[in-house]
């Protein structure tokens, strides 16, 4: 996340800093193969060995649950497609943040930086270690759930253990990231070979009637969209890092259309084989797929997947962790968050304040919800400014055809991908209205308490100049300038 920033401390000695520049620099050739990398690495998370259940508890059977995960995969790539053609006309990292920001100004952006900081990239986190924490202590209790404090406690371990690594150093981040990456891609295949040889021995019997029993609830459909679309979630993931990749009008589109259709036959073959060794009624009374799955069919090497399983989550959270500094930056850079949060250390040359603060509001989520609840809540959230974003698109197609663009996506797809936020937006509210969404949607508008004093009548209570002149020395942190080169 600290690609391009250097430190502006006095104390530093010039070789120091030319090193740590040049380490930088090379973060910026982004080729194609990385790409794949960052974008599949973070997709392939908790979702997959902890949402299976989810889609078929809320779609009723088989058929139709392999239904909802290929639809997902079909909506990410054209969300993924939508996002290409963006960051080929604004080629600044950030993702949504800054789209929003250069195509409807900064209010909007505003809004999105303060819930995407506060609430979204944290519940993220929240999520991912939850089910990093369920799959590391199943061993421990075999045959029963384990208990919920455990779990907690697991998970925030988790999340401070990624604080430190991140702090440390980015080199030791992206190491973590390629080992963990590889670990997940080796229990995905071990599954989907397992599942085969199963079906191959004519374990059928889950696909027989596929389609009996599905649910007709466009609330119902809706909710199990959320639960698969959280394990698609990390597509979007390249459009964070625009400025560092190398020819981004061939990288990104490049990218996308090579990630995005193997993680979906990866997980289409998965939950293939999870149907294969259980029947739907067992799936859905696991608590962990993944490790019943394993207690089927490895026998005494289950643990194995649960080994896997951990390494993979946690890959993941790294990759959240490491991209979600990345808006907290980029909006402190254009004044809409503190400046502390702008600031990296100036020996590690790592953005620690914006990684200390999500790393704080995650452990809050973490000690007040659960999985099902935080994957919800995130996904109603991301929707809607997925689709603000993909209306932005629209505007640059329609009203601004003439800017340079050299990818373009065919205008039907930003359409249906928009039709699909509403419908993920809407359809959760018309089905069963929750509480909870109206407190985000409070949540969301409260942004206004602080845009118009803060950002724009600039009112800065001189207490805060002395709190982050404090917290600078605290943390050991200066101001960033964006590196030239």
Known sequence: ????????????????????????????????????????GTMIGSGIFMSPEWVLHHMGNPASSLLIWAACGLLAMFGALSYAELGTIIKESG??????????????????????????????????????????????YPGCSSPQVVIKCTAAACILILTIINCLNVRLATSVMNIF?????????????????????????????????????????????????WSYDGWNNLNYVTEELKKPEVTLPRAVVIAIPLVT??????????????????VLSSGAVAVTWGDKVL??????????????????????????GRVCYIAAREG????????????????????????????????????????????FMAWLFYGMTICGLLYLKIKKPELPRSYKVPIIIPIIMLMAAVYLVLAPIIDQPQAEILYIVLFIFSGIIFYFPLVHFKCHPCFLQRVTLHLQLLLEVAPTTRDAN
């Open 181 to 229: 990456t590889a670990a997940k891609l080796l229990a995905l295949l071990m599954i989907v070979v397992g599942g085969l040889v199963l079906l191959a021995k004519g374990q059928t019997q889950s696909f027989q009637n596929g389609f009996q029993g599905t649910t007709a609830g466009i609330g119902a459909v809706g909710v199990a969209f959320y639960q698969g679309l």
């Open 1 to 40: 996340t600290t690609n391009g920033l250097h430190s502006t401390d006095p104390l530093h000695s010039s070789t120091d800093l030319s090193e740590a520049k040049e380490k930088l620099r090379l973060k910026q050739e982004v080729g194609v193969i990385s790409g794949v990398s960052l974008i599949a």
């Open 336 to 379: 809409h968050m503190p400046d502390i949060l702008s600031m990296a250390h100036v020996r590690c040359l790592t953005p620690s304040p914006a990684l200390l603060f999500t790393s704080a509001m995650s452990l809050i989520m973490i000690i007040s919800g659960n999985f099902t609840s935080i994957v919800n809540f995130f996904s």
């Open 95 to 140: 993702g949504e943040y800054i789209y929003i920001l250069r195509i409807f100004g900064s209010f909007p952006a505003f809004l999105f930086a303060y819930t995407s900081v506060i609430l979204v990239r944290p519940a993220g986190l929240a999520a991912v270690c939850l089910s990093f924490a369920e799959y590391a202590i199943a061993p421990f």
């Open 265 to 282: 036959c990866l997980y289409l073959l998965v939950n293939v084989s999870y149907l294969a060794a259980m029947t739907p009624a067992e």
């Open 299 to 324: 026998g005494s090497w289950a643990w194995l997947i649960s080994l896997s399983v951990a390494l993979s989550t946690f890959g993941s959270a790294n990759g959240t962790f490491f991209s979600g």
